[in-house]
């Protein structure tokens, strides 16, 4: 049997981080090795994450972004939990056939329901009848969500994402993780830490200010790397992406809508909502990337040419072109959109801020229509931002039913995004990175399609 594996996913770290601010991270790199990673297009956490543990494009995986247009059902669903969603084996499924009594803790890493693994832990709140959000996770077995929080606390979902979101929700996962360790010894353990996620969108990666941001995960790396030495377990340090700075928010959905191909439906308190099924042509806007679904293929070149017009669109994909990105994928649009350095993609339809839809100023990732990173800003129009966010919160805690309308709809407050491939020669700054305590496997430079079979080797030795 080889030794435990703990793989620690650090989203949004790069090579060119790594430094005076991440003494730990640094430490670990020259007594092991560290080297940029590739990534695949879109270069986002679900499609990411798939690719490492699979081995395969997105293509083959299926997952061709944080969300895509379910046809069947003519709805766009994001941050869906369900494993099978997964069209091609995982590597801790590979595991388990090649050595059955081996055992994997997934570890806030996403499609975690009903994975086939011995431990999991995901965020999972809980939506009462009355409206409410409320925190919770999602364990297997059942009872480790209980053992867990009544050690650690209740899991800050709101520290997750949101306005709030900070480094309390790393540092909750990495003492799950360094408890279920210490309980369970799994053979492999994968762990997700976010915290550079959110102010590297909110201040862009070239903030002086990220330096705080760097110190705080790395000291939360530090304390994972303790815990794996103490098991004497082999280390990788990854993460799935790199953000680079932005500018320049894109409204695809707007201009769809000005040329006649998107349908919006006016609710009866009078907003409006996204009209997929009745659309004939529309966007899913995810980061840097966006799949437009053409609902007639005589409307293609037309919508094509129109898109490649807009400012800041550096390529349009139809599903010859995909073919070479890998992302040619039932799933995906008819057309994929990737924005250029410096541009990124809202999801937003409506022409008019007082018929946006009652979701659009709340944290909604479920019934937003595309990724919204405008929610970890509070919006900064409100007179009184943090008496608002308290009076939701009182409603709350009261029991009343409430409304969380304390974000805005200013997409120019991003300042940082990710989703593009890196351009040739900024992988440093660009692209993720890979990092392992074991030299045997060192390199110039891993592709992420190689990391499945690099950690198999690790485990199979």
């Excluded at 862009?204 to 530090?222: C, F, H, I, Y």
């Excluded at 992406?241 to 500018?247: H, L, N």
């Excluded at 995810?286 to 400012?311: F, N, S």
């Excluded at 939701?392 to 407050?413: C, E, H, N, P, W």
Aim: aromatic share 10%.
């Amino acid at each position: 049997m080889a030794k435990p594996l703990v793989v620690i996913n650090v989203v949004g770290l790069c090579m060119d981080q790594i430094g005076p601010d991440t003494p730990h991270l640094r430490a670990f790199a020259e007594e092991g090795f560290a080297c940029p990673m590739g990534t695949v297009l879109p270069a986002v956490t679900c499609s990411a994450q798939a690719t490492m543990l699979t081995g395969k494009l997105p293509r083959e995986h299926g997952i061709v972004g944080n969300g895509w247009y379910f046809r069947d059902l003519s709805e766009v669903l994001f941050w869906r939990q369900s494993h099978p969603l997964i069209q091609a084996e995982c590597l801790y499924e590979t595991l388990k056939k090649e050595q059955p009594d081996h055992s994997t803790a997934k570890l806030f890493w996403w499609y975690n329901m009903y994975a086939p693994v011995d431990f999991s832990l995901t965020p999972r709140p809980s939506y009462p009848a009355d409206g409410r959000k409320l925190p919770d996770i999602y364990s297997d077995p059942a009872e480790l969500r209980d053992e867990i929080q009544q050690k650690l606390g209740d899991f800050p979902l709101f520290k997750f994402w949101g306005p709030t979101a900070n480094i309390e929700s790393t540092r909750w996962i990495a003492d799950a993780s360094i408890e279920l360790m210490k309980q369970e010894s799994p053979d492999l353990t994968l762990i997700y830490l976010p915290h550079l996620d959110y102010n590297l969108q909110r201040i862009g990666p070239n903030d002086t200010a990220v330096a705080e941001d760097l110190k705080a995960v790395d000291a939360e790396v530090g304390k994972l790397l303790e815990a794996a030495r103490t098991r004497e377990a082999e280390v990788v340090i990854l993460s799935e992406y790199a953000i680079q700075p932005v500018d320049k928010p894109i409204h695809l959905n707007r201009i769809l809508r000005e040329a006649g191909y998107l349908r919006v439906r006016r609710e009866t308190l009078g907003w409006e909502t996204l009209d997929c099924g009745a659309s004939r042509a529309f966007a899913v806007a995810d980061h840097q990337v966006a799949h437009v679904y053409v609902k007639h293929p005589g409307d293609l070149a037309e919508v094509k040419k129109r898109i490649l017009q807009v400012d800041g669109v550096e390529h349009v994909l139809d599903r010859e072109e995909q073919a070479a990105w890998g992302i040619d994928h039932p799933r995906s649009g008819e057309l994929v959109v990737i924005a250029a350095p410096g541009a990124w993609f809202t999801y937003y339809f409506w022409l008019d801020e007082k018929v946006a839809p009652d979701y659009a100023p709340t944290v909604d990732i479920h019934r937003k229509p595309g990724y919204d990173p405008v929610e970890l800003f509070v919006n900064p129009d409100l007179k009184v931002p943090m008496a608002r966010v308290i009076w939701r919160l009182l409603q709350k805690k009261l029991g009343f039913r409430y409304y969380m309308d304390v974000i805005g709809t200013d997409a120019s407050l991003v300042k940082g995004s990710h989703g593009r491939l890196p351009q040739v020669g900024k992988e440093a700054t660009e692209g993720p990175v890979f990092m392992a305590s074991n030299k045997k496997f060192q390199r110039d430079f891993m592709k992420m399609e190689e990391v499945r079979e690099c950690l198999l080797a690790m485990q199979m030795n």
